[in-house]
């Protein structure tokens, strides 16, 4: 079965930090690029990171450049995003999803997506 699976989500306060990561079976990792997505309340899902996993290139939104990093363990066939100095702003449920590249998950062409994981920032 191809998956992707999200965790860890949770509660912390106005500048913590959290790491996420995103486990993927079922498909040939290293041949995909894998995304972050956000979607706060009331909001439209939003991009925040990418990392191709076959040689590394990452890209990040401006939102989060200098305070989330993107990383992939291809041994683990998983994908991390750390998250430091958080927001409240920042607060949304996280998604991960998989493309055949980084400009494939920019363009929101996605074959697989996970089911997300809440992270919420408090002030």
Do not use: H
Request: hydrophobic share 35%; charged share 20%.
């Amino acid at each position: 079965e191809v998956q992707l699976v999200e965790s860890g989500g949770g509660l912390v306060q106005a500048g913590g930090s959290l790491r996420l990561s995103c486990a993927a079976s079922g498909f040939t990792f290293d041949d995909y690029a894998i995304g972050w997505f956000r979607q706060a309340p009331g909001k439209e899902r939003e991009g925040v990171s990418c990392i191709s996993s076959s040689d590394g290139r990452t890209y990040y939104e401006d939102s989060v450049k200098g305070r989330f990093t993107i990383a992939s363990d291809n041994a683990k066939n998983t994908v991390y995003l750390q998250m430091n100095g958080l927001k409240p702003e920042d607060t949304a449920v996280y998604y991960c999803a998989a493309g055949v590249t980084i400009a494939a998950v920019r363009a929101g062409d996605l074959e697989v997506w996970g089911q997300g994981t809440l992270v919420t920032v408090s002030s």
